[in-house]
């Protein structure tokens, strides 16, 4: 069965730090790049970053840029993303999505494994 799991979101004061994770059964991380997306109450969904496949590059929208960190663990076929100097327009849910490509798309649709979403909330 195929699984993509996120964890690791919650409440932090503004300048906090979380580190999410996202966590793949049934197929290998490996060959997929992933992005995390979030969407927030009101907002569009976003695509905060990217990591691709082949040479492990990193994308990021420039909201986050400086703050954000993704990266991958091929042998534990999880990816995270250490979220830094959080602010409070960072608040949404946050979604792990895997598309079978050595490179990142900007596009929604061509990822094909998506998790369940983690809430993180910032606020004081």
């Known amino acids: 069965q195929l699984q993509f799991v996120e964890s690791g979101g919650g409440l932090v004061q503004p300048g906090g730090s979380l580190r999410l994770s996202c966590a793949a059964s049934?197929?290998?991380?490996?060959?997929?790049?992933i992005a995390w997306f979030r969407r927030a109450p009101g907002k569009e969904q976003e695509q905060v970053s990217c990591?691709?496949?082949?040479?492990?590059?990193?994308y990021y929208i420039h909201s986050v840029k400086g703050r954000f960190t993704i990266d991958r663990d091929n042998v534990r076929n999880v990816v995270y993303l250490q979220m830094n100097s959080l602010k409070i327009e960072d608040t949404a849910d946050y979604y792990c999505?895997?598309?079978?490509?050595?490179?990142?798309?900007?596009?929604?649709?061509?990822?094909?494994?998506w998790g369940q979403g983690t809430q993180v909330t910032v606020s004081s």
């Open positions: 999505a895997a598309h079978k490509s050595n490179y990142c798309s900007v596009y929604d649709n061509e990822y094909e494994f």
């Open positions: 049934g197929f290998t991380l490996q060959y997929y790049a």
């Open positions: 990591i691709s496949s082949m040479y492990g590059t990193t």
